[in-house]
């Protein structure tokens, strides 16, 4: 199922302990303006940006089950140095903004912004049992016209657990030569030709899953974006609650996951 509105808002709605696992990525702060009033984000200050996602995942810890695990991947930016925009880029138009928040107090322009952490550390703070950070290393990672520092090419994915014991089946993310699975995963970046230029690989989420629940559990995505983790779980034989606050976006996930039947659309 697939509900249209902000995640706060229908995660409020949804009933305790509803479903076993929640795999997500939800915006980028100062990275994208993704046309949506009370869109995730562009908040003036970067603590802003970070108690609105502990808001959001304070709830999304309640409706999981007590034995329920929360697979978050997140990337860090740079400050903005003060500037207001941000020009387009040939490769990916979509990185324009004339929106920008204002460096953070505290750091300095070009000061990589520690926002993973950051926000790790909150829902630590909050209530979470942080268990892992997995490396997301990206082999065809987009190049970057930097020369003062290394390319990035990686992002976390948090592992976080609302209970100190939860389900995780390890023998079902094995690495081929049979050793319990390590903390960076090599997976490429999949262009998507739908109208969401930021997308889940599938290989991403799929040991997640894999390893967090059974057939025909429910899997959350509070920021469901094109629906790669509903297709995922549909494939594995799980089952799906996505939220997306774009009208645009959950229409496209509907289509590809052949559920336009099954969008309900949530007023504030």
Known sequence: MIFEGDALSILRRLPDESVQCAVTSPPYWGLRDYNSADQIGLEPTLPQFLNRLTAVFREVRRVLKADGVLWLNIGDGYTSGNRRWRAPDKKNPARAMDVRPDTPDGLKPKDLMGIPWRLAFALQDDGW??????IWNKP???PESVKDRPTRSHEYVF???KSERYYYNNDAIRDPNGRNRRSVWDVHTQPFSGAHFATFP???IEPCVVSSTRKGDIILDPFFGSGTVG?????LGRRYAGIEINPSYA???ARRLSAESRVIRVAA
């Open 159 to 161: 592992m976080l657990s």
């Open 140 to 142: 065809n990672a987009m």
């Open 202 to 204: 599938p290989q991403l």
């Open 251 to 253: 229409l496209l996930a």
């Open 231 to 235: 297709l995922v779980a549909d494939q």
């Open 129 to 134: 049992y942080l268990r892992s950070d997995i």
